[in-house]
């Protein structure tokens, strides 16, 4: 069963900041929250990922929610080239961690 | 820095003949994974290995799936005899370890027919 839930599309204008958002409302404490997304014809590319607090990387922002029940990938100045299905995924970080579960993500469409 | 690195990248083969897939993960890299992604769906996991050992397998479909990871490094993924209904990309990833995020090869582009 998926973790997570994600809107299957959405659309942004080129230049302007996407904002993704994702449910995980059954996350535990041990859980962080991770991000990859898929440009078409290639592997799932790393975005970023955090457990409580807000994280920021040179692709992207996490805002994750007080209660971590919920969380916001955003794109500050989306391109082009941003256009990729999004995926949110909730991963153990305990000794047991299991693999990546994805679901069927965010298909983002930058409009020029 | 070379990333994952699989192949070959596109691979066509009739039903009911084998066929390999290989990867070489990052160097240094001691957990990988062996994923298959259908059209329209995320990646699902079929294996993770620690070095040589299988962890998790229990999405691998092992009658007619096998996979190994010898000396923990490179790796091969081998389906016998394929049936139609695998035509899929199968995708393989390493990190760190099991605690650490994942990066991915392209992908290898499997049409049986």
């Known amino acids: 069963d998926a973790k997570t839930t994600q809107p299957p599309s959405m659309d942004c204008a080129e230049g302007r900041a996407a904002n993704l958002p994702c449910n995980h409302s059954?996350?535990?404490?041990?859980?962080?929250v991770y991000w990859y997304r898929q440009i078409h014809s290639q592997g799932p590319q790393y975005i970023i990922h955090?457990?409580?607090n807000n994280e920021t990387n040179e692709m992207a922002s996490l805002i994750i929610t007080e209660d971590r029940k919920s969380s916001t990938l955003i794109l500050p100045h989306a391109t082009l080239r941003d256009t990729a299905v999004y995926y949110c995924?909730?991963?153990?970080?305990?000794?047991?961690?299991?693999?990546?579960?994805f679901g069927k993500g965010t298909h983002l469409i930058i409009q020029p | 820095e070379a990333g994952v690195v699989q192949s070959p990248r596109y691979k066509i083969i009739e039903k009911k003949q084998p066929v390999a897939f290989w990867c070489n993960p990052i160097s240094g890299h001691n957990t990988l994974y062996w994923y298959l992604q259908n059209l329209g769906q995320g990646p699902e996991l079929l294996i993770r290995y620690e070095n040589e050992e299988a962890v998790d397998d229990s999405q691998l479909p092992k009658d007619r799936f096998s996979a190994e990871r010898l000396k923990g490094v490179d790796s091969t993924l081998k389906i016998q005899p394929a049936e139609l209904g695998d035509s899929a990309v199968y995708l393989c990833a390493s990190s760190l370890d099991m605690r650490t995020e994942a990066f991915f090869g392209q992908g290898t582009r499997l049409t049986v027919v």
């Open positions: 995924i909730v991963r153990s970080a305990g000794g047991g961690a299991d693999g990546l579960t």
């Open positions: 955090g457990l409580k």
């Open positions: 059954t996350i535990s404490g041990n859980e962080y």
